[in-house]
């Protein structure tokens, strides 16, 4: 046999060598898939409890509540007008003493000022008709009065807020909703009591609030913004807006089971200022992320960018 009869079955041999090993390779190949999918899946993040709490991550259990919507106005507070007293000399006289100055705080029934009347020169008291501030005050011992202002005082315990009502506001706005009164830290509850038009021919209605002033720590001219709850429904299911992420292109929450945090893609309904209602992708009694979901996001993130190299 020459030297070309031998090569045949050599080279035939090495091809079945390289088809076997190539049978083999896909095999194993395949079982590896089998038994690692791809991570793709199912991304999750795995973080103790430990490392949880010192980011601040925080949980709660998803269930229904209230999703209230609010529309904002502002105004400025004012002097309640039943509040408020314009004191003048019952008969006309002469002024023989004043007891009280502007600013003064007075209680109703203390005299204010002694009268002597003209007609019976007898001297009379003029007393305060309610408690309250002495915010203006003509009259001095030796004048003579008839029927003018001596002394004009407010009960500052109870104001109002006046809050203008532009067209594209009025039809939502109604007498008796709630409104929630705030000046920088200061904040209190009401409702609106009347709606008024504007006398001044400019553009908006007004709506005032009467509320409560204990304290004393709101005042006249103060700059005030509101909240007025406009409409109020009860949802099955709703998460806090800090619980919502935007994640591969779709709005997710990120469920706790354990130590495996996990993104979970959400349908949304109506929603205010604090929550979002949920018609689709969670269930209630689940634990999701309130609180610093942000982290959760970056470490997927970050995962994901590493096994794409």
Same mark, same amino acid.
């Given at each position: 046999?020459?030297?070309? +009869?031998?090569?045949?079955?050599?080279?035939?041999?090495?091809?079945?060598?390289?088809?076997?090993?190539?049978?083999?390779?896909?095999?194993?190949?395949?079982?590896?898939?089998?038994?690692?999918?791809?991570?793709?899946?199912? $991304?999750?993040? &795995? =973080?103790?409890?430990?490392?949880?709490?010192?980011?601040?991550?925080? !949980?709660?259990?998803?269930?229904?509540?209230?999703?209230?919507?609010?529309?904002?106005?502002? /105004?400025?507070?004012?002097?309640?007008?039943?509040?408020?007293? &314009?004191?003048?000399?019952?008969?006309?006289?002469? =002024?023989?003493?004043?007891? *009280?100055?502007?600013?003064?705080?007075?209680?109703?029934?203390?005299?204010?000022?002694?009268?002597?009347?003209?007609?019976?020169?007898?001297?009379?008291?003029?007393?305060?008709?309610?408690?309250?501030?002495? =915010? %203006?005050?003509?009259?001095?011992? /030796?004048?003579?009065?008839?029927?003018? !202002?001596?002394?004009?005082?407010?009960?500052?315990?109870?104001?109002?807020?006046?809050?203008?009502?532009?067209?594209?506001?009025?039809?939502?706005?109604?007498?008796?909703?709630?409104? *929630?009164?705030?000046?920088?830290?200061? @904040?209190?509850?009401?409702?609106?009591?009347?709606?008024?038009?504007?006398?001044?021919?400019?553009? #908006?209605?007004?709506?005032?609030?009467? #509320?409560?002033?204990? +304290? +004393?720590?709101?005042?006249?001219?103060?700059? *005030?913004?509101? @909240?007025?709850?406009?409409?109020?429904?009860?949802?099955?299911?709703?998460?806090?807006?800090?619980?919502? @992420?935007?994640?591969?292109?779709?709005?997710?929450?990120?469920?706790?089971? /354990?130590?495996?945090?996990?993104?979970?893609?959400?349908?949304? /309904?109506? @929603?205010?200022?604090?929550?979002?209602?949920?018609?689709?992708?969670?269930? %209630?009694?689940? $634990?999701?992320?309130?609180?610093?979901?942000?982290?959760?996001?970056? +470490?997927?993130?970050?995962?994901?960018?590493? &096994?794409?190299?």
């Amino acid at each position: 046999m020459n030297k070309r +009869d031998m090569s045949l079955p050599y080279f035939l041999m090495l091809i079945v060598f390289f088809i076997v090993n190539m049978l083999s390779v896909k095999a194993v190949v395949a079982d590896d898939e089998h038994e690692h999918p791809n991570h793709h899946e199912e $991304e999750v993040a &795995h =973080i103790d409890e430990d490392m949880a709490s010192l980011n601040s991550i925080s !949980t709660a259990v998803a269930s229904g509540g209230d999703i209230s919507k609010t529309m904002t106005l502002y /105004g400025i507070v004012t002097l309640s007008p039943e509040h408020t007293s &314009h004191v003048t000399a019952r008969f006309a006289g002469r =002024i023989t003493r004043v007891y *009280v100055e502007y600013g003064d705080t007075v209680k109703k029934g203390q005299v204010l000022a002694s009268v002597e009347s003209n007609s019976s020169l007898q001297t009379y008291n003029v007393t305060a008709p309610l408690s309250g501030s002495v =915010i %203006a005050k003509h009259a001095n011992a /030796g004048e003579v009065v008839s029927e003018q !202002t001596l002394f004009t005082i407010t009960d500052t315990s109870t104001l109002w807020a006046e809050l203008k009502v532009f067209p594209s506001q009025a039809s939502l706005i109604n007498s008796k909703q709630t409104v *929630v009164l705030q000046s920088d830290d200061m @904040q209190t509850r009401s409702v609106i009591s009347q709606l008024l038009p504007n006398t001044s021919g400019e553009p #908006f209605r007004i709506a005032r609030v009467k #509320f409560k002033n204990p +304290d +004393d720590n709101w005042f006249p001219g103060l700059l *005030v913004g509101a @909240q007025v709850l406009i409409d109020k429904r009860e949802v099955n299911l709703r998460v806090p807006l800090s619980a919502l @992420q935007q994640y591969e292109n779709k709005t997710v929450v990120f469920i706790k089971e /354990g130590d495996v945090y996990k993104p979970l893609p959400v349908a949304l /309904g109506i @929603q205010d200022d604090q929550y979002a209602e949920v018609l689709e992708g969670l269930n %209630a009694g689940q $634990e999701i992320v309130t609180e610093n979901s942000y982290l959760i996001k970056a +470490d997927l993130e970050k995962d994901g960018a590493e &096994h794409s190299h």
